[in-house]
T-cell receptor
Framework: DAKTTQPNSMESNEEEPVHLPCNHS???????IHWYRQLPSQGPEYVIH???SNVNNRMASLAIAEDRKSSTLILHRATLRDAAVYYC??????????????FGKGITLSVRP | NAGVMQNPRHLVRRRGQEARLRCSPM?????VYWYRQLPEEGLKFMVY????????ESGMPKERFSAEFPKEGPSILRIQQVVRGDSAAYFCASSSIGQGAAKNIQYFGAGTRLSVL
């Protein structure tokens, strides 16, 4: 899987939007962008994924740059429960079905009440 | 629909003992993955199994570690003759068949925290 870079940490205020950036300058045309998060003392949890177009689901939105070299995970109203480590992961369509996830260090989001 | 179930949640072993970690995938899922998270480190892939087959064990330590996913029953990660360096959180994930790799979603259990005394 191609490499991603994320800031180490970010702070946010409760009930405010949060934009978590991810750079993936070596992304290939067949790489999907996935986001997972890990709450304290829990297993990772899928958040969202996309290829080229922006995506929305009940948890978050994913904004993908036109050149696909970066993306941003958007939490529209942060809650204390959103404090977690967020991982941006690229997954190649050509890798083969059901391949492993390669986690980086992720970005640690802190939410202030 | 129950999620991925791992047990035990916490496991304490003395050096030299065996540790058995169990994982029941989500209903309908036939693909299981094991990951390890050492203290203050990131999640690392260990092994990927389908029913009765090991598909990718590129992340498994060469010795003392083994995994299986039998036709019936949970997947088992087995660590023989544990050492203190095996102390970590071990997470299991499962996924369903029929989705392309890039769109495949893995669902994780809450993990087993192994402490070796």
């Amino acid at each position: 899987d191609a490499k991603t870079t994320q800031p180490n940490s970010m702070e946010s205020n409760e009930e405010e939007p949060v934009h978590l950036p991810c750079n993936h300058s070596t992304i290939s045309g067949t790489d999907y962008i996935h986001w997972y998060r890990q709450l304290p003392s829990q297993g990772p949890e899928y958040v969202i994924h996309g290829l080229t177009s922006n995506v929305n689901n009940r948890m978050a939105s994913l904004a993908i740059a036109e050149d696909r070299k970066s993306s941003t995970l958007i939490l529209h109203r942060a809650t204390l429960r959103d404090a977690a480590v967020y991982y941006c992961i690229l997954r190649d369509l050509n890798t083969g079905a059901n391949s492993k996830l390669t986690f980086g260090k992720g970005i640690t989001l802190s939410v202030r009440p | 629909n129950a999620g991925v179930m791992q047990n035990p949640r916490h496991l304490v072993r003395r050096r030299g003992q065996e540790a058995r970690l169990r994982c029941s995938p989500m209903k309908g899922h036939s693909h299981v993955y094991w990951y390890r998270q050492l203290p203050e480190e990131g999640l690392k892939f260990m092994v990927y199994l389908q029913k009765e087959n090991i598909i990718d064990e590129s992340g498994m330590p060469k010795e003392r570690f083994s995994a299986e996913f039998p036709k019936e029953g949970p997947s088992i990660l087995r660590i023989q003759q544990v050492v203190r360096g095996d102390s970590a959180a071990y997470f299991c994930a499962s996924s369903s068949i029929g989705q392309g790799a890039a769109k495949n979603i893995q669902y994780f259990g809450a993990g087993t925290r192994l402490s070796v005394l």
